[in-house]
């Protein structure tokens, strides 16, 4: 069955300490997006790419990276976690036919230490 | 400010009954509206759209209602059924930007 992937679903990592999660789909979507979503609230917009198009939110601090190797691969960097980034990371996909419906990994779920 | 809301976290129905769940939104630029479902440990699944044209989009047991005046849109599920137990994300864009602003979501539990 076509899907997203996330890797692990469950991270752990001491505050500071940089950390990458990732995501795969067979899907063959061109636009993927990451959401940060914490306890009972809305999934957040992190950032989406668009083929290679990397489209960053204004308010997404620096502190997120993405990289996007290929159509299947998509990464989050964390690159100095703090205690209020701990959340459920949430990646999905779209097609350009149809970009609104977005199908989503399971997710992420990051703690920090 | 957010821009979609959902001001109940929660809703309880008996199984056959039905569930209403309700959603407002501010921004005018939105024209197109979802709603996703949620079961614990897994990510959300679409269920339903509606474009800003009609004013309602049924498939099979669901229902979406949008009042644009009112910036107000409602999911109808009858018969409600206890698989139908998750939480329901409200979600809207513009211009098919695919850009999704997400609600804070629903809790809906269907009791046997």
């Known amino acids: 069955d076509a899907m997203v992937i996330q890797n692990p679903r469950y991270q752990v990592t001491q505050f500071g300490k940089p950390v990458t999660l990732s995501c795969s789909q067979t899907?063959?979507?061109?636009?993927m997006y990451w959401y940060q979503q914490k306890s009972s609230q809305a999934p957040k917009l992190l950032f989406h790419y668009y083929d290679k198009d990397f489209n960053n939110e204004a308010d997404t601090p620096d502190n997120f990276q993405s990289r996007r190797p290929n159509t299947s691969f998509c990464f989050l960097d964390i690159r100095s976690p703090g205690l209020g980034d701990a959340a459920m990371y949430l990646c999905?996909?779209?097609?350009?036919?149809?970009?609104?419906?977005?199908?989503f990994g399971p997710g992420t779920r990051l703690t920090v230490l | 400010d957010q821009q979609v809301k959902q001001n109940s976290p929660s809703l309880s129905v008996q199984e056959g009954r039905i569930s209403i769940l309700n959603c407002d939104y501010t921004?005018?630029?939105?024209?197109?509206f979802l709603w996703y479902k949620k079961y614990p440990a897994e990510g959300p699944t679409f269920l339903i759209s509606i474009s800003s044209i009609k004013d309602k989009n049924e498939d099979g047991r669901f229902t979406v209602f949008l009042n644009k005046s009112a910036k107000h849109l409602s999911l109808h599920i009858v018969p409600s059924q206890p698989g139908d137990s998750a939480v329901y994300f409200c979600a809207a864009s513009a211009s098919r930007a695919g850009k999704s602003t997400f609600g804070d979501g629903t809790t809906l539990t269907v009791k046997p």
């Open positions: 899907l063959n979507h061109n636009v």
């Open positions: 921004n005018s630029m939105f024209d197109y």
């Open positions: 999905a996909t779209s097609s350009t036919t149809d970009y609104n419906e977005q199908f």
